[in-house]
């Protein structure tokens, strides 16, 4: 057995191309695995966050507790993308959106599977767990 | 506080692929503001260098352009905030001249995006978002700004024909500005052909047409204090107002996609410190990176109110005859974006506006300009208000 502690680089696992491999957020990936998308609550002052965070701005308290992006989203806005950046290029073509919890907002991909005539701001969706073909991991939102 | 101009303006002339290195480019823009002021490089106390990081082998260029430059043992150092970091570079200058500290502070900008491919640049650019919880998904700038040109559409019923018309605006004026990369007109048909270069889709709804390219370049603005400014300059053109602010880095935490918060924010500390407000504004320089981005900058500079860009547009008003003329050099979308260059680029612009030395850009006689400066999408803004 060795000594050497084992780095915790989850969130390399995070979308076609993960640029981050240390975050205290890790528990992200492994929610992620399990088919849920969580964001952080701050214990001290109950501020929430998502994407999640390891740190309160609001109170500088470290203790915070996952909970789950639930329920539907409204979509604010998207656009379908026809050109990728470096690595992204197998995915085309794709959509970039943001959906509105009311409490939070939660930046990510539409479902390949959804027409964009189908497409319309202010439809509601949800985000779920998504396997990628190269083995990564994300979400999407799908029509309710 | 004393009284803080511009005294010395330049700028290479803006390409796609620069056959130089970036001290060689950077000092043509240089040049070019030391001949405009009449200047040595003995007279200048300090310099700020401006650029976005990535795109160059060399680490740490401030020390390498400033000994090129002829500027050593002066002191100099980098600023960055993205696409404004030229204006970022003036913000600092006009507080290293006001607080007495220098008499005079060069600023440059430059960039040579050439040095890396486009699918690298878009990756670079991509990554001034949020790379933990966005670039993974596969995003770039020209698919942030449609989000917003989207979100546009839907809350005002904004067309993508009006889009086209700030590009057929930009080419007007493109083709007079022998320092653009982009010398051709744009007419409306160009995005209505099949097949024609300039209606390929981007990222929906954005077509190349609406997006502007990348350039190789660099800028320089000579800053001083009240004193040298009448020692060196026949027609100093003083700095009024000052704006900056930043927003979430992540799409997750804005409030609104149909308007950038750091422009507002940043407008409205500008026309107060300025003491004027939009309509004492008679020409202006904004951030059109992409055809929306100088929509939603009418709206935010309050040259038109919330959702009424468009017929800002629609009735010719932002063209040099108009009421509020906007981006008669021809824009970004037609000189290129060098990113660390375009800001002082954008200020060299309404300086020779104001010094009614524009050539055929000229507006008739203003007296008070603005240049409007994004970095990132809405990350950082930077809202500058200059006049005679």
Redesign the interface.
């Known amino acids: 057995m060795s000594d050497k502690k084992e780095v915790d680089a989850r969130f390399k696992k995070f979308g076609t191309v993960s640029f981050t491999a240390l975050t205290k957020t890790n528990d992200f990936i492994t929610y992620l695995g399990e088919g849920k998308i969580m964001g952080t609550k701050c214990r001290e002052c109950g501020m929430v966050f998502f994407p999640p965070r390891a740190d309160c701005y609001s109170c500088l308290s470290g203790d915070m507790e996952w909970f789950p992006v639930a329920g539907t989203g409204k979509l604010l806005t998207y656009s379908k993308l026809q050109y990728a950046p470096v690595g992204f290029e197998g995915d085309l073509p794709y959509s970039i959106a943001v959906l509105d919890y009311g409490a939070y907002k939660v930046f990510g991909r539409i479902a390949g599977d959804v027409p964009e005539d189908q497409i319309k701001v202010g439809m509601e969706m949800k985000a779920e767990a998504n396997n990628l073909p190269n083995g990564q991991i994300n979400y999407v939102f799908r029509k309710i | 506080m004393g009284k803080v101009a511009i005294i010395g303006v330049g700028q290479s002339t803006f390409v796609r692929s620069y056959p130089g290195s970036i001290r060689e480019l950077a000092f043509e823009g240089f040049k070019a503001a030391l001949q405009d002021v009449k200047m040595k490089t003995a007279d200048i106390g300090a310099s700020v260098i401006c650029s976005a990081p990535e795109y160059d082998k060399q680490r740490s260029p401030a020390g390498v352009l400033a000994e090129y430059l002829g500027l050593t043992p002066q002191p100099t150092f980098y600023v960055e905030s993205l696409c404004s970091s030229s204006s970022m570079g003036l913000r600092t200058a006009y507080a290293l001249v006001a607080s007495g500290l220098h008499d005079v502070v060069a600023v440059v900008g430059f960039q040579k995006m050439s040095e890396i491919s486009s699918?690298?640049s878009?990756?670079r650019m991509?990554?001034g978002a949020?790379?933990?919880?966005?670039?993974?998904?596969?995003?770039?700038m020209?698919?942030?700004y449609?989000?917003?040109?989207?979100?546009h559409m839907?809350k005002y019923g904004t067309t993508s024909e009006d889009l086209a018309l700030i590009r057929v605006k930009s080419g007007t004026y493109g083709q007079g500005n022998e320092k653009a990369v982009y010398r051709k007109g744009v007419t409306l048909e160009m995005f209505s052909q099949p097949g024609s270069p300039m209606a390929?889709?981007?990222?929906?709804?954005?077509r190349v047409g609406d997006c502007c390219a990348n350039a190789d370049g660099s800028s320089c603005v000579i800053v001083a204090n009240e004193e040298k400014a009448r020692e060196f300059s026949q027609k100093p053109v003083w700095i009024m107002g000052l704006g900056s602010a930043t927003a979430s880095v992540?799409?997750?935490?804005?409030s609104s996609?149909s308007g950038l918060a750091v422009a507002q924010a940043s407008a409205q500390q500008a026309y107060k410190m300025a003491g004027v407000t939009a309509q004492d504004i008679d020409v202006a320089e904004v951030h059109d990176c992409f055809t929306i981005a100088e929509m939603m900058a009418y709206e935010d500079l309050g040259f038109a109110k919330p959702g009424e860009g468009k017929e800002l547009i629609r009735s010719g008003e932002t063209y040099k005859e108009g009421r509020i003329p906007v981006n008669v050099d021809g824009g970004l979308l037609s000189k290129g974006h060098p990113i660390g260059a375009t800001g002082g680029s954008q200020i060299r612009t309404i300086v020779l506006q104001l010094r009614g030395e524009a050539g055929g850009m000229q507006v008739k006689d203003p007296e008070i300009g603005l240049v409007h400066n994004i970095g990132g999408v809405g990350l950082y803004g930077n809202v500058t208000i200059l006049g005679r």
Request: proline letters at 10%; zero cysteines.
């Open positions: 699918a690298e878009q990756e991509g990554r949020d790379i933990q919880w966005e670039s993974p998904f596969g995003t770039m020209p698919a942030y449609a989000m917003h040109a989207q979100a839907a390929g889709p981007v990222a929906t709804p954005l992540n799409m997750a935490g804005r996609f």
